[in-house]
């Protein structure tokens, strides 16, 4: 999730910006306290899936009178509801698949529970009413739509949505101009008339509390000399396996520690990793799909950083969720594994973009099971051109000599 604040520029701004000091890591929730808020969501990979997002970067370089909070996201949730709390207003711009492609909706939102929701995923209605349940406030909320012409994998979009950018844009700027007013416990219904746009001089990139922790994890990991590397994988790829054949691979030359993630309380792989005489942590995210910078910084006191050179940190097993929250190691790996398919870069984009190495375990199947090697590097390719890429198989051994070789080579 990206997001960042755009607010009026005057003498004692300035003066609050210089305070704030050149980066951005102690902005506070003074900086957007009462800002108008708007949240364009939807999958940038997917085509007109995206415009929330290409609405987002266009308000980004609009010259604007409001103090405006700005929001992409891959998909509304929970979290968000701290935001909307202290918005002033709330404006939610998607995608949809319904009506004439082109055709351009505004629908006020309101609290209603009856909407789809999950811990992953929700709708504007659902997320209001949790922000009301929470808080017991919510600001006035209008979700607009505009109706896609493709959501294929293609990472613009469309000739049609992208000539409707900026009407969409105005639809946004007229909706964000008039709510200054927080009533608790109800919805908020004041509108002013518009304002008057100006441009404004000062844009501040406000982190997440996640990736501010996540630089302090990395700075940690600098302090003692320790190259952090993060495994992201599908449940069942081998990451465990692999984590075992690189400690036979890089030991003695190479002091490795672990941390095991897992949803529930159980200490399976790390018993593994220690038993192969490696320290290792075990995580228990508590049902949550992924680990986060939060987890990391909790484990990492647990190790003797100073006698490491490699910490590896599996993630939990997931292909979606763990690619959105950066835990501040140096180095991302996907494992994928033959029994998945050829497909997965196609079906899950998202987490292979990123990623500095990508593993194709389970080597050792290639004649039994119908995998399209072409077709598979051919969509890694389109998301990571260049991508290191190690074909493995745990069982036989090929590959490890590689992969352990480009290991040692990161840290010298």
């Known amino acids: 999730m990206a997001w960042c ?14 305070h704030a000091t050149r980066n951005t890591q102690h902005a506070t929730r003074d900086n957007y306290l009462m800002a108008n808020l708007v949240i364009g969501y939807g999958n940038p990979l997917r085509g007109d899936d995206g415009v929330g997002w290409a609405v987002i970067e266009r308000l980004k370089q609009t010259p604007l009178a409001e103090p ?33 492609p082109g055709t351009i909706r505004i629908t006020s939102i309101t609290p209603d529970l009856t909407g789809p929701a999950s811990s992953h995923q929700m709708g504007p209605g659902v997320l209001l ?46 909706g964000a101009c008039g709510v200054n007013q927080k009533t608790p416990h109800a919805p908020r219904t004041t509108h002013h008339a518009p304002r008057t746009m100006t441009k404004i001089t000062v844009v501040e990139e406000i982190m997440s509390a996640n990736d501010r922790l996540a630089e302090q994890n ?26 075992l054949r690189t400690i036979g691979a890089v030991a003695p030359r190479l002091r490795l520690g672990v941390v095991e993630g897992d949803t529930a309380p159980v200490t399976i792989d790390a018993d593994k990793i220690a038993a192969a005489g490696r320290p290792a942590v075990q995580i ?52 994928a594994s ?15 973009r990123h990623i500095d190495a990508l593993i194709l375990n389970k080597m050792d199947l290639m004649p039994y099971i119908d995998f399209d090697m072409a077709y598979f590097r051919q969509g890694i390719e389109l ?6 890429f190690f074909p493995i198989s745990c069982k036989t051994g090929e590959g490890i000599n590689e992969w352990a070789t480009w290991l040692l080579e990161q840290i010298s």
Request: glycine content about 8%; hydrophobic content about 40%; charged content about 15%.
């Open 284 to 335: 228990n995210t508590g049902g949550s799909c992924h680990l986060d910078a939060v987890m990391l910084a909790g484990a990492l006191p647990q190790l003797n950083l100073d006698e490491l050179d490699l910490l590896i940190v599996e993630n939990v097993g997931n292909l979606i969720c763990t690619a959105s929250f950066n835990l501040g190691t140096h180095l991302n790996v996907v494992i």
């Open 218 to 243: 990395q700075a940690c990991l600098d302090q003692h000399g320790v190259l952090g590397l993060n495994i992201m994988a599908a449940p069942g790829s081998g990451k465990t396996s692999i984590i």
């Open 68 to 100: 405006l909070m700005l929001i992409a996201s891959h998909q509304l949730l929970p979290e968000l509801t701290d935001l909307i709390r202290d918005a002033a207003q709330v404006t939610f711009v998607d995608a949809t698949v319904l009506g004439e």
């Open 383 to 388: 998301l990571n051109p260049g991508v290191t």
């Open 338 to 352: 033959v029994p998945e398919g050829d497909d997965k870069p196609y079906k899950y984009p998202g987490i292979y």
């Open 5 to 18: 604040v755009l607010r009026h520029t005057s003498e004692n701004a300035s003066r609050n910006t210089q």
């Open 129 to 174: 009413a949790y922000t009301q349940e929470l808080y017991g406030c919510c600001p006035p909320a209008h979700l607009i739509t505009i109706t896609g012409a493709q959501f294929g994998y293609e990472e613009t979009l469309s000739p049609l949505i992208q000539a409707k950018l900026e009407a969409i844009c105005q639809d946004v700027l007229r």
